[in-house]
């Protein structure tokens, strides 16, 4: 009798990461590896809760679980803290890059406020200068470890900050540098995307791409801000869309989950305006109870434009495989959604149109086929 290799069937996750993804909505300073936090803040002098790596991992996934959104919001005052110089925020760059493409994603957006990296005497320039450089070194090592990754950066501004046209201006600067496009980001309750209206006319002015977190924190009327005084391309988590669904008992003839849509929802639905939604992170702040229960699988049934994101990895201690990996054990997706998602990001994706279909034809369908 001859002796067989057992073969260990593959988890879930070893699946989805095996397969080609698309990330539309990950932010730089949520997204750090704990040894690097460790490492820089042992130089530069700031204090950390722990500086064993795998505690300060606990410490911040504990922090962001809290429920208490003052510790969630300290978690980031630690990884800000070690992206203050050139060399630092390059180096954090080049790791997004090379963790994201280690998970299986193709194609990235990596989201960051540059207004947040200037404690270090940086200017905004070379704070953006400094993160394309790291991101082109992390696109670069990626390729030589055989998991090719593209990443595009957008550049966010801070709702509750007033310097939303000066950051649009310094997208604008760096947009044939690898920035794609624009965001605004921070508390949203009381900070109306529209009280950045110069900076939005302006980027319009120039036919450059916005998305716009809305529809986390605050409903319906911050979706409709983001939209259409701010024309959005995209909107960043907006599961409050939901707000605007009414679901009944049964099912439509077309096999959909019974649902009627107010105005809005219908907009969003029928537009296919592309949310980037980010269920374990809404389940972390409250937005939504669990990956279960998460209105993304309503959102995708029902016909939206859904794409799936991590938000912040490390506060969430996720992958964009995990997401998917939890919406299939936890939601009953198959992997036809996870298909049909990761081509929903691209499309919705900032990377110029030739570039979505080859990724979409080379990569991306034959390896679900
Ligand atoms: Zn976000």
Same mark, same amino acid.
């Given at each position: 009798m001859s002796e067989t290799t057992p073969t260990t069937p593959q988890t879930t996750l070893e699946r989805v990461r095996a397969l080609p993804k698309v990330s539309l909505h990950d932010h730089l300073d949520g997204g750090l590896r704990p040894a690097t936090i460790v490492e820089i803040a042992s130089a530069n002098?700031?204090?950390?809760? %722990?500086?064993?790596?795998?505690?300060?991992r606990a410490w911040f996934r504990d922090a962001a679980d809290s429920g208490t959104l003052v510790r969630y919001l300290e978690t980031f005052d630690h990884t800000i803290a070690v992206m203050q110089d050139a060399e630092s925020l390059?180096?954090? $760059? %080049?790791?997004?890059v090379l963790d994201l493409a280690a998970d299986g994603v193709v194609y990235g957006e990596l989201r960051y406020a540059p207004e947040q990296h200037l404690q270090g005497g940086l200017s905004l320039d070379e704070v953006v200068e400094a993160v394309e450089e790291g991101m082109r070194r992390g696109e670069q090592q990626a390729a030589a470890a055989g998991t090719p990754i593209r990443v595009g950066t957008l550049v966010t501004a801070m709702r509750h900050a007033d310097r939303g046209l000066e950051i649009a201006e310094l997208a604008l600067r760096h947009r044939d540098a690898g920035v794609v496009g624009f965001d605004i980001a921070g508390a949203e309750i009381g900070f109306a995307p529209s009280d950045h209206l110069a900076a939005f006319d302006r980027l319009h002015a120039e036919n450059f791409p916005? %998305?716009?977190? $809305?529809?986390?924190a605050f409903?319906?009327?911050?979706?409709?801000?983001?939209?259409h005084p701010c024309g959005a391309e995209r909107i960043g988590h907006g599961v409050r869309i939901v707000e605007d669904v009414s679901v009944h008992e049964g099912h439509d003839e077309h096999?959909?989950?019974? $649902? %009627?849509?107010?105005r809005l929802a219908t907009w969003v639905r029928d537009r296919g305006i592309v949310l980037e939604l980010c269920p374990s992170s809404n389940v972390q702040t409250g937005a939504a109870t669990s990956v279960a229960e998460h209105p993304i699988t309503l959102l995708k049934d029902l016909g939206f434009s859904i794409s799936v994101n991590t938000d912040?990895?490390?506060m969430s201690g996720t992958?964009?495989?995990?997401?998917?990996?939890l919406l299939v054990e936890e939601a009953g997706?198959?992997?036809a959604d996870v298909e049909r998602a990761t081509i929903t990001a691209l499309s919705g994706s900032f990377l110029p149109f030739p570039d979505r279909v080859a990724l979409a034809s080379a990569v991306i369908r034959p390896a679900f086929a």
């Open positions: 002098g700031h204090r950390l809760p %722990t500086s064993d790596p795998e505690e300060l390059a180096r954090v $760059a %080049t790791e997004a916005v %998305t716009i977190h $809305a529809g986390e409903g319906l009327p911050s979706i409709a801000d983001a939209l096999g959909l989950p019974n $649902a %009627t849509l107010g912040n990895r490390l992958s964009l495989s995990r997401e998917f990996a997706w198959n992997l």
